[in-house]
């Protein structure tokens, strides 16, 4: 392509490959002016300088150094970033915003093993899959023809806290199945609700209907303890928590309690520490069931992620509009 546009990659070298595996790395090259050789992790890198002072493009990801005041102002030309991850807020300050720069993210590539993860969670968790397994395992024999009773997925009702990204994705996914799907957030209406194909209710009411709430909602100072004791014991008994979204927005002793209890069941991806000391209840219990923080994008998801901003980097060098554009006027409430 001629007259590509200068552009410098910024990130923690070992993702490069795993972002960017060699057919993607070369389609980033044939639409950015770009040395794969070269990556910043200091803006005043003697190495970088020069590069910084061309670039049009900034291709980041994790590890990518903060652009501030000082780092935009020894990138002149700078008016582009294609951030292969998910969040911007820790690269991109208001002075970047004020700039005009257009950012694009990977965010939603990652949203899309959360949703799986989370689909999956929430019809093994229907099922009672995972306490049987653990039952199964220690009594190593089951009756032949015996019906479980309270388990199946037929007209259960699902309550999704968060029209995030993920959120919308996890409705989506849910649409095939026999659910009663609720959602809970204060920055959706009842008419987008139900364009999604859910009912838009205020929290309480949330976790009071459900049978299993997964939990989407953005890591902010005021979702911190949303999800507390008071709101834990509003819900049915036999309830489902299913977090994949951040730890702290889960009260993890209150969780603890209603689990050790037996009142309700948890599958958790995300946890307050992070990770959970080596003591805690929940690795024991056998109707939590916790993972080491994999339903993000691991192993070769990460490429999606690539390849959402090789994409992009392509529709820039053409002279198109980005179509995974943060708006910076909503960010603050995303996560």
Not at 182 to 200: I, K, R, S, T
Request: hydrophobic residues 45%.
């Amino acid at each position: 392509m001629a007259d590509r546009p200068r552009a410098l990659l910024a990130m923690s070298p070992e993702f490069l490959p795993l972002l960017f595996p060699e057919p993607l790395l070369r389609r980033l090259c044939d639409a950015l002016d770009l040395d794969p050789g070269l990556i910043a992790r200091d803006y005043a890198d003697p190495a970088v300088q020069p590069v910084l002072a061309e670039a049009e493009v900034l291709v980041s990801s994790w590890g990518t150094p903060r652009l501030d005041a000082e780092a935009l102002a020894k990138a002149p030309r700078l008016r582009a970033v294609l951030h292969a991850a998910g969040t911007v807020k820790s690269i991109i300050g208001e002075e970047g915003w004020a700039r005009g720069l257009a950012v694009s993210s990977s965010s939603g590539a990652n949203a899309l093993p959360v949703a799986e993860y989370t689909l999956a969670s929430i019809l093994m968790a229907g099922k009672g899959i995972f306490t049987l397994r653990e039952q199964f395992r220690a009594q190593r024999s089951f009756e032949l023809g015996y019906v479980h009773p309270g388990i199946g997925n037929f007209g259960r009702t699902i309550g999704v806290i968060g029209a995030s990204k993920i959120g919308r994705r996890v409705i989506e996914l849910l649409r095939p199945f026999d659910f009663e799907v609720l959602v809970a957030d204060p920055y959706l209406d009842g008419a987008e609700a139900a364009a999604l194909g859910a009912e838009l209710v205020d929290l309480d009411a949330l976790v009071a209907r459900c049978d299993i709430v997964s939990v989407h909602a953005p890591d902010l100072a005021e979702t911190a303890g949303l999800i507390g004791a008071e709101r834990l014991a509003a819900m049915k008994d036999g309830a489902v928590v299913v977090n994949t979204a951040r730890g702290r927005l889960v009260d993890t002793d209150a969780l603890t309690a209603e689990v050790a209890a037996g009142r309700l069941s948890a599958v958790i991806d995300v946890t307050h520490p992070e990770p959970l000391p080596a003591e805690s209840p929940l690795y024991d219990l056998p109707n939590a069931f916790l993972t080491p923080h994999v339903a993000g994008s691991h192993g070769n998801e990460l490429s999606r992620m690539g390849l959402f901003m090789v994409e992009e980097a392509e529709r820039w060098a053409r002279g198109e509009a980005l179509v995974h554009r943060v708006d910076p006027d909503t960010l603050w409430r995303q996560a």
